[in-house]
């Protein structure tokens, strides 16, 4: 047998942008075996319903992950909602969705450049983020806010969005859409950035039905599962097919993402070509008395959403489960027989998000 | 050894916030707001970095891993704290892991205020980073050459007593 040696890998590194830590333990340039430690960002935000009530814990709520920002809020606030029966307006619901999608976008166009740079091609990784703050503008001029914007609240949402900013939105998509077909041929077709992609960490479908992969990730492996498709918000008058691919290497990762980028555009097609006039929240008297188990698809994977009330304006519990907590097992899996070099390209491929994971 | 004056290079640690001031220090980087024209590149090696960019609050467990990078990184160094949870906790403050602000274990420099900062308000608290920088490099300088002259002098008068004895 070969010496094993153990390579600590963060909580501060390049490729990093978030803090985990891992102890690689290698035989030559193999890894057997990867031991996580985490907590470094663990802040304990969950507890704060104790001092919050929970209006202003959609703002706590909001501020577990910077980039999915808003849809953490929304599945926060749909939870309440159905503990206490509040049917929110169609209008609210469309809002919604169109800024959940939007978040989609700037997400995914986030991981492709996180991605370009994990296997060393800048100017891609500067393309990528160059596009993703287009949809930051319309963030800004829709809502006032880059990435945490604070528009939901429990009954509906804060803002509208009048006919010219729908239009500078389909602008915007628009725009996205032709420039992302040109990089997408650079992202899958291309010679070297296949040969660093292709067959890299491969996890198979049962793989990832045993370890309970979530998202992309899971799609990337065959598993049909998104759960958008369960209809919450306006996504039941939407159409839309799940995005999978079979290969479950980095490469299909990639691939789903890309496509997942091109389905958000149309939903926001749909939504805006089918979104209705009215108020934009209902009412809302009372404390919540029950519990509720909220399914929300982020662009990492399917998050939960459990609160539980006790008819007190104080929650008595509130609990997150994050895609990326339910990535890091089939990501250990990945890490198993890669090469050193790999790591970094292959941690970045679950679309970590340890401020998520940590809350 | 000569000291940097000029090119600062920038250390960006996550210390416990939720993501948001974080891509806002990467979107700064990166094209559109682009605050490598100040002169600054960002390095992921703080024995190399001259300012230390920290986002996030202070929790019990990532406490040692933001002193050692402080102390890691050579002198002189300018501390910034971007966005309010690492200026003093921010929403986070009550919750029963944060100590604080970045403040509670390292010299803060410059406070961006802000959840999340905004890139125009990071980019100024790099600009102030960069001359304050300098100026310390400066005030390094100055000492050390200070110190060099009065070394000199002393051996001088060393010489001239062992001479004259």
Redesign the interface.
């Known amino acids: 047998m070969a010496k094993q040696s153990i390579v600590p890998f963060g909580?501060?590194?390049?490729?990093l942008?978030?803090?985990i830590h891992l102890d690689l333990v290698l035989e030559d340039e193999k890894v057997v075996k990867a031991i996580p430690s985490i907590?470094?960002?663990?802040?304990?935000?969950e507890?704060?319903v104790e001092?919050k009530d929970f209006n202003e814990m959609t703002?706590?709520v909001e501020?577990?992950?910077?980039?999915c920002?808003f849809m953490h809020g929304m599945g926060y606030c749909e939870s309440i909602e159905h503990i206490m029966n509040v049917e929110i307006p169609d209008r609210a619901k469309y809002l919604r969705t169109i800024w959940a999608e939007l978040s989609r976008i700037h997400s995914h166009l986030?991981w492709l450049?996180l991605l370009a740079d994990a296997f060393g091609f800048e100017s891609l990784?500067?393309q990528c983020?160059?596009m993703?703050?287009k949809v930051?503008d319309v963030f800004e001029l829709t809502t006032g806010?880059?990435?945490?914007f604070s528009v939901n609240k429990v009954g509906g949402v804060l803002k509208d969005m009048d006919a010219e900013m729908l239009k500078v939105m389909l602008d915007v998509t628009a725009g996205i859409e032709e420039e992302l077909k040109v990089i997408k041929k650079t992202f899958l077709f291309d010679y070297t950035v296949e040969s660093r992609l292709k067959g890299v960490g491969v996890l198979t479908k049962e793989q990832a039905h045993n370890l309970g992969a979530a998202g992309p990730f899971a799609r990337a492996s065959g598993i049909k599962m998104d759960m958008r498709t369960t209809g919450y918000a306006a996504y039941k008058d939407l159409d839309m097919e799940i995005i999978t691919s079979e290969a479950g290497d980095s490469f299909a990762r990639c691939e789903v993402r890309i496509n997942e980028i091109f389905q958000a555009i149309d939903l926001i097609r749909q939504a805006i070509s089918k979104i209705p006039g009215g108020e934009l929240s209902a009412v809302v008297k009372g404390n919540p008395n029950g519990e509720y188990f909220m399914r929300v698809e982020q662009p990492r994977g399917e998050a939960i959403y459990y609160s539980k009330a006790n008819g007190s304006k104080f929650l008595e519990r509130m609990r997150i489960r994050t895609p990326t907590f339910a990535n890091i097992p089939s990501l250990l899996e990945t890490l198993k027989g890669a090469d050193f070099a790999d790591v970094p390209l292959l941690i970045v491929t679950i679309d970590p998000?340890i401020?998520c994971t940590e809350r | 050894m000569g000291i940097v004056k000029r090119s600062p290079w920038l250390l960006h640690?996550?210390?416990?916030?939720?993501?948001?001031?974080?891509?806002?220090v990467?979107?700064c980087l990166?094209?559109?707001y682009d605050a490598e024209r100040f002169g600054i590149i960002n390095?992921?090696?703080?024995m190399q970095a001259d300012i230390f960019l920290i986002t996030?609050?202070i929790?019990t467990?990532?406490q040692a891993?933001v002193k050692q990078?402080y102390d890691q990184m050579p002198s002189p160094k300018v501390v910034v704290a971007v966005g309010v949870c690492a200026c003093t906790g921010g929403?986070?403050k009550?919750?029963?892991?944060?100590i604080g602000g970045a403040d509670t274990t390292i010299p803060v420099d410059i406070y961006v205020p802000g959840?999340?900062a905004?890139?125009q308000a990071i980019i100024d608290g790099i600009i102030k980073a960069v001359a304050l920088f300098q100026e310390r490099a400066d005030e390094q300088e100055a000492n050390q050459k200070g110190q060099k002259t009065e070394n000199a002098a002393l051996n001088e008068a060393g010489k001239e007593t062992g001479n004259g004895n």
Do not use: M
């Open positions: 909580p501060q590194h390049p490729v942008p978030e803090p907590g470094f960002v663990h802040r304990g935000l507890s704060l001092k703002y706590v501020r577990t992950c910077g980039i920002s986030l450049g990784f500067y983020w160059r993703r703050e930051l806010g880059r990435c945490i998000c401020s | 640690y996550d210390g416990s916030s939720c993501n948001g001031c974080d891509i806002e990467l979107a990166t094209p559109v390095t992921g090696d703080p996030g609050g929790n467990q990532n891993v990078l929403v986070f009550e919750c029963y892991n944060i959840c999340a905004r890139p």
